[in-house]
């Protein structure tokens, strides 16, 4: 069973709003839809058991983005749809994530010469459009009301790493003690 924060939880706010100012307002992208999907998951993710919630048919944990395409692909063989959507999903969702909040993670990986590493080849951007453009053809069962949404998350994947790399920037900016200072006499 994976962790779930409740739906009223104060970090639901806190994403939401942040989310949805930095795509309104910085980027001039007003998509509820969008906006709603990643503050969701930004909070999803704040657990770290759902960054690597793919199992192998082991039951092991997949870590990687190379073992992930390698799961979607497999599984994609055999006729797991379900499977092979929630796959490709997760590779979209944990490469935007991790290039909007941590770019800094993939630069190390790809400048140390961590050549032993199993991502140093692949490029985030290019597997996570891919993988949402696969989510958006997924039209059966429930899936049918949401592949607008991933047709968006995959032509504008550049512009959402942008939007959370905002939201990161605010996040920081919150956390300078100037800041706190400023909100709390602001606030009482």
């Not at 047709?151 to 003690?177: H, I, W, Y």
Request: hydrophobic residues 35%; proline residues 3%; negative net charge.
């Amino acid at each position: 069973m994976e962790p779930r924060i409740s739906e009223h939880h104060p970090l639901r706010r806190l994403f939401g709003t942040l989310t949805e100012r930095s795509f309104t307002e910085t980027l001039g992208w007003p998509d509820f839809n969008v906006t709603y999907y990643l503050s969701n998951l930004l909070v999803d993710f704040a657990h770290v058991d759902n960054l690597h919630r793919i199992k192998d048919q082991e039951g092991k944990t997949v870590e990687t983005v190379v073992e992930l395409l390698y799961q979607a692909e497999a599984t994609g063989q055999t006729s797991e749809v379900d499977r092979e959507r929630e796959v490709h999903r997760h590779i979209g969702d944990f490469t935007l994530f991790m290039t909007g909040l941590f770019p800094e993670c993939l630069s190390y990986v790809k400048a140390s010469g961590l050549i032993h590493h199993k991502d140093f080849l692949v490029d985030y951007v290019k597997a996570g459009k891919r993988s949402y453009g696969i989510v958006a053809k997924f039209q059966q069962g429930d899936f049918k009301e949401t592949p607008a949404l991933f047709q968006k998350l995959s032509a504008n994947f550049e512009l959402c790493v942008t939007g959370l790399g905002f939201v990161r920037l605010n996040l920081e900016r919150m956390q300078d003690p100037s800041f706190r200072k400023a909100r709390d006499i602001l606030l009482h």
